[in-house]
């Protein structure tokens, strides 16, 4: 099974290490991880990040299933990239597998408007309220499409870098595969 | 057409409000608007958030076409439902719009870290500089799916409210659609 890495790990100042620690994790359980900066970035005239989008969705159509890393992002929610990988993936009606190394739910994330009671934030926006980690649509499309979203215990020392999630996906996929 | 009319809206006070005018711009142009909160919620044994899942999920497989409005929410990029949304449409081969009322760029919506030269934040991740609105994955997906990212030339006044961009989208759409 080939599984499609997706997470803000790719800014990481360490991106390429971050990337063969997983692949090396996917192969201990006989799965071919495809990280996103291991793939053949086309040299034709199209802009750089047009040519990285290309690259990243032809490692996408290759794969049979995503973990996507969606620990918060500069944000309460997961990286933008990813969930757009995480939404196509579901789209094409891949495997779908995520985790995220923030144990707290979406509502706990979000700075709130003291006057609203704590259910919207300062402008006047409700905050999304069912005790899930992130959006709904992120969190269902998990239960859905595959399996459900993977939360530590309690918060991890280094939210970036941790990988017993993503160990747990990999394990969970590889159960799910074998059903 | 039957368009999807995905974005940060559902959360404003006044959400219906803002469904029934983008409703109603659409049918100006012959399209016909799928506001999420428009959907018939199931009455079955799940919990509220996977009904609304479902919902929304069915409301995207009937339409034709997703407008996303991707003004940044709660952080530097689009609101992370929205953006499951865009991907999904993408992954199904559905033609994707979308606006953002805020035109900066991404790299100018992140605090930087002012040891790194501005080029990282202040967890040490590499910030994408591309000169885009937001994440390489999302602008590109609807240059390629659809049509380019609308933005306003300069900031608005109302960002959650503003409806220029919403309804350039329509307009395109209609064309594209007459091509």
Redesign the interface.
Known sequence: MKVYLAG?DV???D?DGMGKRKREICATYGLTGLFPLDNEIATDAL????R???A??ALMRQADAIIANLTP?????????T??????????GKLCAGYSNVPHSYRDK?PTEPVSGGS??A??????D?G?A????????L??FGIPLILPRSPVSDP?RDLEGFEACVRLLTEHAMK
């Open positions: 803000p800014f990481l100042p991106a802009p750089t990040s047009a990285i989008f290309h990243n969705t992002f500069r944000g309460p929610s997961a990286d933008s990239g969930v757009y990988e995480l939404g196509y993936m579901a789209g094409t979000v919207h934030d402008h006047g926006m409700l905050i999304e069912f899930l992130d959006n709904l649509m992120i969190v269902h499309a239960d859905m970036f």
